[in-house]
């Protein structure tokens, strides 16, 4: 590991210089890239001058305690016992830093939320996870873009589709791909019976132009007529665009905005996300399991997450996580869910390295 470490030390000086070259500095795709890469290298960096500095000083223990008196002595022990110390935290630390890092960290989120089994409940539902991704949004000091929705018969929602713009947005949301299920008497059950419906989430990483080049022949875009809640021009004019992608057959539709226009860029905002997701998987040998993995069927039987209201309980099922605190994850304190996953990922991850 060391070995390594000493090449990123070398590549960290080499790109500090590339931040104050004019020829960088004035090409905004070679500048995005070198920036993207010094941040990442930055806490890797960070840490190894911190072990280095813990190593001079133990160092410096060590020779002190030969030439010490009795008296010193026990002083000097425990000063090298605490250095040690950290030195074996600072290794660990490294390990994680120099896990393989996810392509797609730093990226923003688009989110898709689909009620999916259980009528009108699962689109309550899905309301329900849109309110709690939006307030985990919040709390984290991310931004969010409404790029799409379509409001249900009772205050839920069919669908909808937002941007989640922040540092760490992909990396704290990319496990929340999936089927929801959710288990609660809906306000639509005059018995009190409790039913199971569910909600699917779909995580994909924004694309940037350059990633993801689209041929206008290879689109079919159908213009027509919006529907829902937003206006009389909303329902005269037609300013909802449907662009299928004729290769892949991926199809975005949008209506939020008046502009036939504005509709047309964010459906190939979104479009892009799919595309460079599809390509990624493609290049993981998994592009169908990887999105039936996070979509399924909306089923009841397939879920990565139950919320059970009764018991306010929460089960991450990929993981045999349980916790007893629902309403505050649906409040959107998130993080205890997340950092299990994390740490889940990261334990498999040094294993596979071992």
Not at 53 to 61: F, K, L, T
Not at 118 to 126: I, S, T, Y
Not at 207 to 214: G, N
Not at 319 to 330: E, P, Q
Request: glycine share 6%.
């Amino acid at each position: 590991m060391f070995d390594r470490l000493k090449s990123v030390e070398d590549e960290f000086v080499s790109l500090e210089a590339s931040l104050s070259d004019p020829d960088i500095v004035n090409d905004q795709a070679r500048m995005r890239d070198v920036t993207r890469r010094y941040k990442d290298l930055t806490p890797v960096v960070d840490c190894v001058r911190r072990y280095h500095a813990r190593m001079a000083d133990a160092q410096a223990a060590r020779e002190l305690l030969e030439m010490a008196t009795e008296a010193e002595r026990p002083a000097l022990r425990d000063e090298l016992a605490a250095t040690e110390a950290q030195l074996e935290a600072l290794t660990e630390e490294l390990r994680l830093l120099m896990l393989p890092k996810d392509p797609n960290d730093g990226r923003a989120v688009i989110m898709e939320i689909r009620g999916a089994e259980g009528g009108e409940e699962a689109n309550l539902f899905a309301r329900d996870l849109y309110d709690m991704y939006r307030s985990f949004a919040s709390a984290k000091g991310w931004s969010v873009e409404v790029l799409n929705h379509d409001d249900s018969d009772l205050g839920g929602l069919n669908q909808v589709t937002m941007l989640i713009n922040g540092d760490t947005a992909w990396s704290r949301l990319k496990f929340e791909g999936g089927p929801h299920r959710v288990q609660r008497v809906p306000v639509t059950e005059s018995q009190g019976r409790i039913h199971t419906s569910s909600a699917t989430v779909l995580v994909l990483p924004e694309a940037e132009d350059v990633e993801v080049q689209i041929d206008d022949k290879d689109l079919d875009v159908d213009v027509y007529r919006s529907s829902g809640a937003g206006g009389q021009s909303v329902n005269t004019t037609d300013s909802a665009v449907r662009i299928t992608h004729k290769p892949t057959g991926v199809m975005v539709t949008m209506q939020d905005e008046r502009s036939q226009i504005q509709n047309r860029a964010r459906a190939l905002q979104v479009l892009r996300a799919r595309l460079l997701k599809l390509a990624q998987d493609e290049q993981a040998a998994a592009a169908s399991v990887e999105r039936r993995s996070q979509v399924g069927g909306g089923g009841r039987g397939e879920k990565i997450r139950t919320y059970n209201f009764k018991e306010n309980r929460l089960t991450d099922h990929r993981i045999g996580f349980t916790i007893y605190r629902l309403h505050d994850v649906l409040a959107g304190d998130l993080d205890e869910v997340v950092d299990a996953l994390t740490a889940d990922e990261r334990a498999k991850q040094l294993a596979g390295r071992d």
